[in-house]
């Protein structure tokens, strides 16, 4: 249910009303290009502010029974940062930026805690259909809700709304309740494994940094998480590049914002039941080579997004997409449980959301990049976005290569 409480902050605000709000109200008027690289560079920012302090609260939370408790403060950080987008008026972007920064903050922090609690709910042979029924429930339930908000955009007036600027300010407040009521059930029902050797308060926090330390000195022995990780690292980014910054995209290359939201709501619709078909074929053929078929597909995506012409290959892109974002998601997260130690699985989980929120860093910077300097050698904003989304497919490349060398024989039994 908490996947299904938080992605409503994923589909309607990062890949849905944000980034199309954030360049056609709060930043009117300024070139497509630069709204980009505005909005890549606020993505970056929140993902640097998770990064840095990921693995150092996931080993304090290790070391107490604080999992639900951190989980709480950020998930209701996200929940009030979000909700608070629908009182910042047209044109000012900074503002607009600050709270989505805190927003996403609250949402990533939260995955980090969340994430960490499969381990003392699921045993391996269930992990994969576990990890994958929570995020096809995600799509469904962020689904449900950005269906709704789409169609009190398409249909201000029956909602009671003067325009669609106002419905899709009042979708802020709208994702924010729905995060905060459907994240109840996992702080009520879920109950957080106990660590034999808990402790509490400052005591907490400095066997924290102990635990954190001893894990760097463990780095040699760690090679197998250290390979996934890296790998991991590297097609996260195109994953979450394009999740963030697809309808930015589709923008810039003159499609109707309608159509995007069409495209986007295809995708969700698409991503509930292939999430737990990807946990089938997990358990059939292995994590790791059910993540090598997403990687492909997402390579293929990245490449062809580059040329296409009309709202059909935009709709075909999005089932695409669809049948293989939520497997790549549900089955990293269930293969890296399996090869970390169960005792540890906040810090190292930690390490996981760290490299995974870097990857948000790197990706959209790299994307916004990319598109100005081709704008700077002199060609068109259509050419210099185009050539910008096919760059990511760098990412798939690179994270594919280093998924191929991590050694499955080890795992956690030897650490």
């Not at 849905?16 to 008027?29: E, L, N, R």
């Not at 290790?62 to 009030?80: H, I, P, Q």
């Not at 398409?154 to 802020?172: C, I, M, Q, Y």
């Amino acid at each position: 249910m908490y996947d299904w409480a938080n992605s409503a902050f994923a589909t309607t605000i990062m890949a849905g009303f944000f980034p199309i709000f954030f360049k056609q109200y709060w930043s009117a008027g300024v070139d497509v290009t630069v709204s980009t690289a505005r909005l890549g560079m606020a993505n970056s920012i929140g993902g640097i502010f998770v990064a840095l302090f990921a693995p150092i609260l996931g080993a304090i939370a290790d070391k107490g029974t604080s999992k639900k408790k951190f989980l709480m403060f950020f998930a209701y950080m996200g929940v009030v940062m979000t909700s608070s987008l629908y009182m910042v008026s047209k044109g000012n972007w900074p503002i607009a930026v600050v709270l989505y920064v805190f927003a996403t903050v609250g949402f990533s922090g939260g995955n980090i805690f969340y994430d960490s609690l499969i381990t003392g709910i699921a045993s391996k042979k269930k992990m994969d259909f576990v990890s994958a029924l929570g995020f096809s429930l995600g799509y469904l339930g962020g689904g449900l809700l950005f269906a709704l908000n789409v169609w009190m955009t398409l249909r201000p007036e029956t909602f009671g709304f003067a325009d669609a600027g106002e419905a899709v300010k009042f979708s802020f407040l709208c994702v924010g309740a729905w995060w905060a009521f459907f994240s109840i059930p996992i702080f009520i029902f879920v109950r957080e494994p106990v660590s034999r050797d808990a402790v509490s308060g400052i005591n907490m926090v400095k066997a924290g940094f102990v635990q954190l330390k001893e894990t760097f000195h463990q780095a040699r022995r760690l090679k197998p998480i250290f390979m996934f990780l890296m790998a991991y690292w590297l097609y996260m980014d195109g994953v979450d590049t394009i999740v963030r910054m697809a309808v930015d995209y589709g923008i810039s290359i003159g499609f109707e914002s309608n159509d995007l939201i069409v495209a986007l709501l295809i995708t969700q619709f698409v991503g509930f039941p292939s999430a737990i078909g990807f946990g089938y074929l997990g358990g059939k053929i292995g994590a790791r080579r059910s993540i090598f078929i997403a990687i492909g597909v997402y390579l293929f995506v990245s490449i062809w997004a580059g040329f296409m012409q009309n709202k059909i290959e935009f709709y075909i892109l999005a089932i695409i997409i669809g049948m293989v974002q939520g497997g790549i998601q549900a089955l990293s997260r269930s293969y890296y449980a399996k090869i970390i130690p169960v005792d540890k699985s906040a810090e190292y989980f930690g390490f996981y959301n760290m490299l995974g929120k870097f990857a948000a860093v790197i990706g959209p910077v790299f994307m916004g990049l990319i598109g100005l300097m081709v704008k700077h050698m002199g060609y068109s904003s259509d050419i210099s976005s185009r050539v910008s989304i096919m760059s990511i497919s760098l990412f798939f490349i690179a994270g594919g290569t280093l998924l191929y060398f991590v050694d499955e024989g080890r795992d956690n039994e030897e650490i």
